[in-house]
């Protein structure tokens, strides 16, 4: 029986420093010698902070197994157990924040130091840090009349922060709601109800700034890489892409909707009053902690309005080195003889949303050096980086990316990067700089390294030229990787080793003894997978492909040749992923080509 309901009911109060560390001290969790000595030193501590803060910032080890650091999140884990109540990790992800904030006023939820954070047909949840404290609880039961109420324990740090913001965000959204009862004149079912003003507000209404400032704060804070504003009928959607997988954050009012994107719009410095056609743009903005990213922005007309999706580019990625973006030791050496050609094309290939303009920024962050000259064709530019001279297509004004390359030819360029590949033109001109002794760098969009042969043969390019210019191709994936706090280690199931043996046949890849498998926690968002890494298939031209590329090449025939002089299938790199307990089978079999 837990030693906190052995005896009465605990008499009202708030917890102390000296009665938690008299718990850990008891639990085995902390020395007595340690725990008397931080009890002299904070003798005449008269402070606010929560004793499970104070405790956390000393940083102490577990003194049981596995001897984890002692810090706010796993002191508060013991803390529930310790008073045998749930333990709750507030996701603002996942909660309704219009709903919880309905049951109780910012005071009341400050006053008692407690955070309403589910609320069902029958019950509300409310969290808190102070197990002792239920004074407030009699009360607000006779408000909410027919509703229980279930007290968990979550980190006293995060109830502090989320009563301000939830409270604010909450107020922004109603304040901002009630300046208009209708959505925007562009929506196809478009009602416009009678004795109502139909009107829009201003974009730049102080409630409208806060919820954008909001909305790009939590998507830096939970890594996403874009941020996806839809309008439904009846409302609005905000949905985050995380490590590849779409996450809805929030439904909003149309009408708030619509002036969240009109105020991005502005500071994208796009057409606000044009809502018919597809615009892009961009905005350089700031995380909390002060660095600087940028956002591009996409617009799209839908049935009920505009839809508009924010890309994240991470600025860190033009300092990463391959190994980080996944990269093995024999990938970088194909890849390095390939990009230190004087001239030549390379390609590399995937589907969209497969880091191509990742590994080419870093390629070419590392190509840039002050001897040389490199200039990029881009639609449209996705990051800006000071040592590139960077173009943007404009196709409405004739500058497209055949005119671009020709335009460039005449700059001096040492090494040009084109952004696609997308037709005869194009390719005529990227393969022209090459000749005429240039590293040309662009992308494609096929399945695997060798389609990209024929797809240029398709697009009618010259078997001739390509044999001449093509120094190689790269075929990549993205795949999630297991989140190194919770995986866990286990053996072979049968249907492991069957998915094993057809992902590696024919090459018979010896099977890891042990897989690592995803289990979920607070860091991964109970994913069980945390970031993303690369994997990559090298083709390079040899004299025996060349040999191969003729006016009806075999691409099969093409495949073997290069199996046989060194490239790994994607498959394989994922394999070698998955050898090393870094990612699944599962993941490598849902994102490479069999």
């Given at each position: 029986m837990n030693k906190v309901l052995e005896s009465a009911v605990p008499k009202e109060h708030r917890l102390t420093l000296i009665e938690v560390l008299d718990a850990l001290v008891a639990g085995g969790l902390v020395a007595a010698d340690a725990g008397e000595k931080f009890k002299q030193e904070r003798r005449y501590f008269k402070g606010d902070s929560h004793p499970l803060t104070i405790i956390a910032e000393q940083r102490w080890k577990s003194l049981k197994l596995p001897h984890k650091v002692l810090d706010l999140e796993t002191l508060t884990q013991w803390l529930a157990e310790w008073v045998n109540?749930?333990?709750?990790?507030?996701?603002?992800?996942?909660?309704?924040?219009?709903?919880?904030?309905?049951?109780?006023?910012?005071?009341?939820?400050?006053?008692?130091?407690?955070?309403?954070?589910?609320?069902?047909?029958?019950?509300v949840v409310i969290a808190t840090a102070e197990p002792f404290q239920r004074a407030w609880e009699a009360e607000l039961k006779s408000i909410l009349r027919n509703k229980e109420i279930r007290r968990v324990i979550a980190n006293p740090n995060d109830i502090a922060r989320y009563q301000v913001e939830f409270y604010n965000l909450a107020k922004s959204i109603k304040g901002a709601a009630s300046k208009a009862e209708s959505g925007s004149g562009s929506n196809f079912e478009q009602l416009v109800e009678l004795g109502k003003t139909n009107k829009q507000f201003d974009a730049n209404d102080q409630h409208i700034v806060r919820i954008v400032d909001w909305l790009w704060?939590?998507?830096?804070?939970?890594?996403?890489?874009?941020?996806?504003?839809?309008?439904?009928?009846?409302?609005?959607?905000?949905?985050?892409?995380?490590?590849?997988?779409?996450?809805?954050?929030?439904?909003?009012?149309?009408?708030?909707?619509?002036?969240?994107?009109?105020?991005?719009?502005?500071?994208?410095?796009?057409?606000?009053?044009?809502?018919?056609?597809?615009?892009?743009?961009?905005?350089?903005?700031?995380?909390?902690d002060g660095q600087e990213v940028e956002l591009r922005l996409s617009t799209l007309p839908t049935a009920f309005g505009e839809k508009l999706v924010m890309r994240i580019f991470d600025p860190?990625?033009?300092?990463?080195?391959?190994?980080?973006?996944?990269?093995?030791e024999d990938d970088l050496v194909r890849w390095?003889?390939?990009?230190?050609?004087?001239?030549?094309?390379?390609?590399?290939?995937?589907?969209?949303?497969?880091?191509?303009?990742?590994?080419?920024?870093?390629?070419?962050?590392?190509?840039a050096t002050e001897d040389v000259n490199v200039c990029t064709l881009e639609d449209p530019i996705e990051m800006v980086e000071p040592s590139f001279n960077q173009v943007q297509v404009q196709a409405d004004i004739g500058m497209g990316f055949a005119e671009g390359i020709r335009a460039l030819m005449r700059q001096d360029p040492d090494i040009i990067m084109v952004g696609e590949i997308r037709d005869l033109e194009t390719a005529n001109m990227a393969i022209q700089a090459a000749l005429t002794g240039h590293l040309?760098?662009?992308?494609?969009?096929?399945?695997?390294?060798?389609?990209?042969?024929?797809?240029?043969?398709?697009?009618?390019?010259?078997?001739?030229?390509i044999q001449t210019t093509v120094l190689g191709v790269m075929a990549q994936r993205l795949i999630r990787t297991l989140c190194p706090k919770c995986k866990?280690?286990?053996?072979?199931?049968?249907?492991?080793?069957?998915?094993?043996?057809?992902?590696?046949?024919?090459?018979?890849?010896?099977?890891?003894?042990?897989?690592?498998?995803?289990?979920?926690?607070?860091?991964?968002?109970?994913?069980?997978?945390?970031?993303?890494?690369?994997?990559y298939e090298i083709f390079t031209m040899t004299p025996e492909i060349r040999k191969r590329i003729d006016e009806h090449t075999d691409l099969a025939a093409v495949r073997e040749q290069a199996l046989r002089e060194g490239m790994k299938p994607l498959r394989i790199s994922g394999a070698r992923k998955v050898a090393a307990g870094l990612t699944t089978i599962e993941e490598v079999l849902k994102v490479t080509p069999s």
């Amino acid at each position: 029986m837990n030693k906190v309901l052995e005896s009465a009911v605990p008499k009202e109060h708030r917890l102390t420093l000296i009665e938690v560390l008299d718990a850990l001290v008891a639990g085995g969790l902390v020395a007595a010698d340690a725990g008397e000595k931080f009890k002299q030193e904070r003798r005449y501590f008269k402070g606010d902070s929560h004793p499970l803060t104070i405790i956390a910032e000393q940083r102490w080890k577990s003194l049981k197994l596995p001897h984890k650091v002692l810090d706010l999140e796993t002191l508060t884990q013991w803390l529930a157990e310790w008073v045998n109540m749930a333990y709750f990790h507030v996701d603002p992800l996942k909660i309704n924040f219009s709903a919880v904030t309905e049951v109780m006023s910012n005071a009341y939820a400050v006053r008692f130091r407690v955070l309403p954070v589910e609320v069902r047909q029958d019950e509300v949840v409310i969290a808190t840090a102070e197990p002792f404290q239920r004074a407030w609880e009699a009360e607000l039961k006779s408000i909410l009349r027919n509703k229980e109420i279930r007290r968990v324990i979550a980190n006293p740090n995060d109830i502090a922060r989320y009563q301000v913001e939830f409270y604010n965000l909450a107020k922004s959204i109603k304040g901002a709601a009630s300046k208009a009862e209708s959505g925007s004149g562009s929506n196809f079912e478009q009602l416009v109800e009678l004795g109502k003003t139909n009107k829009q507000f201003d974009a730049n209404d102080q409630h409208i700034v806060r919820i954008v400032d909001w909305l790009w704060q939590y998507a830096f804070d939970q890594r996403a890489s874009d941020i996806h504003v839809e309008p439904r009928r009846e409302f609005g959607v905000v949905r985050f892409r995380i490590d590849g997988i779409l996450h809805q954050v929030y439904q909003i009012p149309i009408s708030v909707l619509n002036a969240m994107t009109s105020r991005i719009k502005i500071l994208g410095r796009m057409d606000v009053v044009e809502r018919r056609r597809p615009q892009d743009g961009r905005i350089k903005t700031r995380t909390p902690d002060g660095q600087e990213v940028e956002l591009r922005l996409s617009t799209l007309p839908t049935a009920f309005g505009e839809k508009l999706v924010m890309r994240i580019f991470d600025p860190d990625v033009l300092v990463k080195d391959f190994t980080d973006l996944g990269f093995g030791e024999d990938d970088l050496v194909r890849w390095r003889q390939m990009t230190v050609q004087p001239n030549g094309i390379i390609l590399v290939t995937g589907p969209t949303g497969s880091g191509k303009t990742t590994t080419l920024y870093t390629t070419l962050k590392q190509l840039a050096t002050e001897d040389v000259n490199v200039c990029t064709l881009e639609d449209p530019i996705e990051m800006v980086e000071p040592s590139f001279n960077q173009v943007q297509v404009q196709a409405d004004i004739g500058m497209g990316f055949a005119e671009g390359i020709r335009a460039l030819m005449r700059q001096d360029p040492d090494i040009i990067m084109v952004g696609e590949i997308r037709d005869l033109e194009t390719a005529n001109m990227a393969i022209q700089a090459a000749l005429t002794g240039h590293l040309v760098l662009s992308t494609l969009h096929t399945n695997d390294a060798p389609t990209a042969i024929t797809r240029l043969l398709d697009l009618g390019v010259p078997y001739y030229l390509i044999q001449t210019t093509v120094l190689g191709v790269m075929a990549q994936r993205l795949i999630r990787t297991l989140c190194p706090k919770c995986k866990q280690a286990a053996g072979l199931r049968e249907e492991d080793e069957i998915a094993w043996n057809g992902m590696v046949a024919p090459w018979k890849s010896a099977k890891p003894t042990t897989l690592y498998r995803p289990v979920g926690c607070l860091d991964c968002r109970r994913t069980g997978y945390q970031g993303r890494m690369g994997l990559y298939e090298i083709f390079t031209m040899t004299p025996e492909i060349r040999k191969r590329i003729d006016e009806h090449t075999d691409l099969a025939a093409v495949r073997e040749q290069a199996l046989r002089e060194g490239m790994k299938p994607l498959r394989i790199s994922g394999a070698r992923k998955v050898a090393a307990g870094l990612t699944t089978i599962e993941e490598v079999l849902k994102v490479t080509p069999s």
